[in-house]
């Protein structure tokens, strides 16, 4: 790849809206009442290639995982392979919400598959497919956890997560009604566990913990963390967003954990849905399955039947969950099996190192496994990330876990082969050396230049006309 080359620069792609292309009004014929509708329209006027260059010219502005490597850290961006759109294509597949279970067997027996798949990927004894996303999924299952301890008279307030955990973990603690503890990570970036046995206490609930955690290290005493929690009567909760690591390897309900949750579109190759539509399935152990959303899916005699877990928790989403994101998953695990699963994981964690032994950044802690937390040190993380995009490649999430300051927070994926990751080394390498100036005013190369991320998130104006009454600029 040559980097010096511009993929795109900012003037020549000034790409016009349709209607500004070729507007036209055109007079409207409608059977709708009078009082209902316009005189005339702005339609544009189009012939298929013009309006195929359209769009194929808008699809060239942006990047994705088809365009290059994508190695954001933790939120994890694997290639999602073609064949599970054609499965989730299928029209058997589109069944009305409300038809009764003996008409949609084939529907039950791929979302019971599922529930199969991931109890056994991750050592849990029952699972539901219902949360539409990880945080949805974590809310889930502290909500199981709250039903279980109140099933058993045990009044407990607090959620204790260590200070590496993603956002979402204290959000969901938070949002079900518990005090959060803080925990700090030791000098190792792990659980300290003389720490943790001072913070638990009979008011813990659960613990949160994410293995490997968001530093790519593994909790080698994970063993006796789970016997200081349950020994206080509390829970152990498994952040499964990201399994990179441990596919086909080790499972969190053999380390002791009782809950977790899978991110299917970290893991599991199904799309990130720019907050949805996705997929968080949560799974449990057996003592707390009779709390699990409702309803379950399970063998009958001679198919499947939807039952309602005893004490359920209620429902937390329409039907079974996201059926187009739970089928594609099915087939991707399904297409894998259990060799190719242990495959990705060691190419995770190979392609990980392998990129990490190419670059020219500190890796404060190791060693990791299928991510790691390089610092830019004293130069900005998000001006250096910036600079990455004139390199043509995606950057890794930045400034983030905070125990590493500066932080890339990377995470290449299996997917990625040798000299994609030694171009992603470069631009990494590259970035790194530019000028504060150049670095302060990246990205100079790309369709959009530097946004403003704070207005961008608090004042998101998001149609053509919001922008056009703000003056269009
Ligand atoms: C992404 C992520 C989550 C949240 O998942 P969403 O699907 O984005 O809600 C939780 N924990 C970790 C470690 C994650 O990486």
Redesign the pocket.
């Known amino acids: 790849m040559n980097y010096d080359q511009a993929r795109f620069s900012r003037d020549d792609v000034y790409e016009p809206l349709l209607s500004e292309k070729d507007g036209r009004e055109v007079d409207v014929d409608s059977s709708l009442p009078d009082d209902l509708t316009r005189d005339s329209v702005s339609l544009p006027s189009l012939s298929e290639p013009e309006l195929a260059r359209h769009y194929t010219r808008l699809s060239q502005m942006n990047y994705s995982v088809e365009t290059g490597p994508y190695p954001l850290g933790?939120?994890?961006m694997k290639y999602n392979p073609s064949f599970i759109e054609d499965v989730a294509a299928l029209p058997s597949g589109a069944v009305h919400p409300d038809r009764s279970g003996e008409t949609v067997q084939g529907t039950l027996a791929v979302l019971h598959g599922l529930q199969e798949y991931l109890a056994d990927i991750g050592g849990m004894d029952a699972v539901t497919l219902q949360p539409p996303?990880?945080?949805?999924?974590?809310f889930t299952g502290i909500l199981v956890a709250q039903a279980y301890h109140e099933a058993n008279d045990d009044d407990r307030s607090e959620v204790i997560i260590p200070a590496s955990?993603?956002?979402?973990?204290f959000a969901s603690a938070a949002m079900a009604g518990y005090e959060v503890v803080e925990l700090p990570s030791g000098a190792d970036g792990r659980v300290d566990l003389d720490a943790l046995e001072a913070a638990v206490s009979e008011e813990t609930a659960a613990l949160m913990l994410?293995n490997p955690n968001?530093l790519g290290l593994f909790e080698r005493e994970i063993r006796d963390i789970a016997e200081t929690v349950h020994d206080a009567g509390g829970l152990l909760y498994y952040?499964g967003?990201?399994l990179n690591a441990l596919l086909g390897r080790a499972r969190p309900g053999d380390m002791g954990f009782d809950i977790m949750?899978y991110?299917v579109?970290?893991t599991f190759a199904t799309p990130?849905g720019g907050?949805g539509p996705?997929a968080?399935p949560v799974g449990v152990a057996s003592d707390l399955a009779e709390f699990l959303p409702k309803p379950q899916v399970r063998k009958s005699d001679g198919g499947y039947e939807l039952f309602d877990p005893e004490r359920s928790i209620g429902k937390v989403h329409g039907t079974m969950g996201n059926w187009l994101v739970l089928v594609k998953a099915y087939a991707y695990i399904s297409r894998l099996g259990d060799a190719g699963l242990r495959d990705a994981s060691a190419k995770a964690v190979l392609n990980a190192n392998y990129l990490a032994s190419q670059l020219e950044y500190d890796i404060p802690y190791d060693p990791f496994h299928h991510e790691f937390a390089a610092t830019a040190g004293d130069r900005d993380a998000a001006d250096v990330a910036k600079r990455m995009l004139d390199y043509g490649v995606h950057p890794p999430t930045t400034k983030w876990p905070e125990l590493v300051s500066e932080a890339m927070l990377t995470e290449p994926t299996e997917v990625e082969n040798r000299s994609s990751l030694d171009d992603l080394a470069a631009a990494f390498n590259r970035a790194l050396a530019d000028d504060d100036e150049t670095l302060a005013n990246a990205p100079s190369r790309t369709t959009a230049r530097r946004i403003d991320q704070v207005s961008a998130a608090r004042n998101p104006r998001l149609s053509w006309h919001a922008l056009e009454d703000d003056g269009g600029d």
């Open positions: 933790s939120c994890t996303a990880g945080a949805a999924g974590e955990a993603h956002g979402t973990n994410t968001t952040d967003a990201n949750h991110n579109h970290k990130h907050g996705g968080g």
